[in-house]
């Protein structure tokens, strides 16, 4: 059988990939994306601030600010679109002295010119009326109403699942190890495994320089991994602060930040240490206490007692401090999107039509189809129960009577919900990936009540022993046998 030859290949589902896939997916074009993890969201989608930044910390003519500020007033249109959870909370940066003033009116000035909308500084005053738990040594404060919080795998999931709707496929575990050309294919290897393209688009993020070497080319930067450590607060927490509260960044970055969530946690973190490995997602006793002192310092009535768990995320962070995206210069219908650190997931809608754009110029033809599905699945029946009304409640159930079984009592996740994201477009079937689309095992208890039940669920729908069931990856059992 003749291997099929793709118009678009996407190395790389995390939240760039993932919206180049739901773009691209509105042409008729075959186009296929393919993943190194289990699914999508696998790298440093998965963990970070979950902040929709407004677009005042990057250097103004950059291209990060350029699409950082673009890009952030596209994420509430497609989130509405796909039924994702956004909040347009605003932020305030705070400072405590004449200096971190200064360097706050430096930001005001350069988000201006970046085009943020609504930035101002304001006083103790306002400040302290507008977030009462910020610390009261805290005098003036950055505010920039436009910013935002987003769930960042939620909304690389919907994404994702409306590309794979309109006929975008993807292939996971796939980790590409040989790319060839032969005339106007690119050849991409993962193992035995083979997908052919016209166009290639390296979204590979922290591994995006090593896609680049496979075609012999050399970014202009090095990739640096940078690693940051959060912490989770439990919803009891919830309304300690409003806003996306951060100090005054300083050359490490924006620094520790306290936020609500849209599920309505509050996050704490990230530090910022370089790591050796890309892989490294480890969480320190040091690094705790540094984002720990971090939050106390701006709100020192926290209740850090409340956390109920720990995570680290290694970002992409380029020695050249801005994003590059361009065609290669040997190849130019190979497109590298390399360097994407934050405030990446605000850019991303904005990263990909730049994206597109470039493709145009090396030759892609774009037609629109006519039978495009807007919503995230065919029957846009994604809605979580926890979310629902109660008449949606009651004709769930009526539905599906599965909705009338409480799995996850923190996060009141049913079966139905689970069954649900197991037979989505991209289906779930590790503990992780339910958890994700669910929050089964997300609340309180950590999935200490819920665990066992999702694993039997899933077995049960994939008709496989729950010894077979995966917690994250292929090799991550959750039982080895039965005891009796």
């Known amino acids: 059988m003749k291997n099929k030859v793709y118009d678009v290949a996407i190395i790389g589902a995390g939240i760039v990939g993932a919206m180049c896939a739901f773009y691209l997916s509105k042409y008729k074009l075959n186009v296929a994306v393919l993943e190194a993890g289990i699914d999508v969201a696998s790298g440093t989608t998965r963990a970070n601030s979950a902040i929709v930044h407004a677009g005042y910390d990057a250097a103004e003519g950059s291209l990060k600010a350029k699409l950082n500020v673009k890009g952030s007033l596209m994420v509430e249109p497609i989130a509405k679109q796909l039924g994702v959870h956004y909040q347009r909370c605003g932020s305030l940066v705070i400072g405590y002295s004449e200096n971190d003033l200064e360097h706050l009116n430096r930001l005001l000035v350069r988000g201006k010119k970046n085009g943020v909308k609504g930035l101002e500084i304001i006083d103790e005053n306002r400040l302290h009326e507008m977030e009462p738990n910020v610390s009261k040594n805290a005098k003036y404060a950055l505010y920039a109403p436009s910013a935002g919080i987003v769930c960042p795998y939620d909304l690389a999931y919907a994404t994702c699942e409306n590309a794979c709707t309109n006929g975008v496929e993807f292939f996971f575990e796939y980790k590409v190890d040989k790319i060839e050309k032969k005339g106007q294919t690119f050849m991409l290897y993962a193992g035995e495994r083979l997908i052919s393209s016209k166009y290639v688009v390296n979204c590979a993020g922290l591994y995006a320089d090593e896609i680049a070497a496979l075609i012999f080319e050399s970014l202009p930067f090095k990739i640096i991994p940078r690693r940051g450590e959060y912490m989770l607060l439990d919803k009891s927490e919830a309304g300690v602060v409003k806003h996306t509260i951060f100090v005054t960044p300083s050359e490490k970055g924006k620094g520790i930040l306290v936020s609500p969530t849209v599920d309505g946690n509050i996050i704490v973190g990230p530090n910022a240490n370089v790591v050796e490995s890309k892989a490294d997602t480890g969480v320190t006793i040091e690094g705790l206490q540094e ?194």
């Open 291 to 484: 984002i720990a002192q971090g939050a106390r310092t701006m709100v020192p009535e926290i209740n850090l007692d409340s956390v109920i768990t720990t995570f680290a995320g290694v970002r992409s962070t380029p020695t050249s401090g801005d994003f590059y995206i361009q065609a290669s210069k040997k190849y130019p219908k190979f497109i590298h999107s390399a360097g994407i650190e934050s405030p990446g997931l605000a850019s991303s809608p904005a990263i990909a039509e730049y994206i597109i754009e470039l493709l145009k110029k090396a030759g892609l033809k774009l037609k629109e189809k006519d039978s495009y599905i807007k919503t995230r699945t065919k029957n846009g029946n994604c809605k979580l129960f926890y979310d629902m009304t109660e008449e949606e409640r009651k004709k769930a159930i009526q539905r599906d009577p599965a909705y009338a079984k409480m799995v996850c009592r923190c996060e009141m996740v049913t079966e139905g919900d689970i069954i649900n994201a197991i037979n989505r477009p991209i289906p779930a079937h590790t503990v992780d990936m339910v958890k994700r689309r669910t929050r089964a095992g997300m609340g309180r208890c950590q999935g200490g009540y819920c665990r066992a039940r999702v694993a039997e669920i899933i077995a049960r729908e994939l008709n496989i022993s729950v010894e077979e069931v995966k917690k994250f990856s292929s090799n991550s059992h959750i039982l080895c046998g039965r005891t009796k």
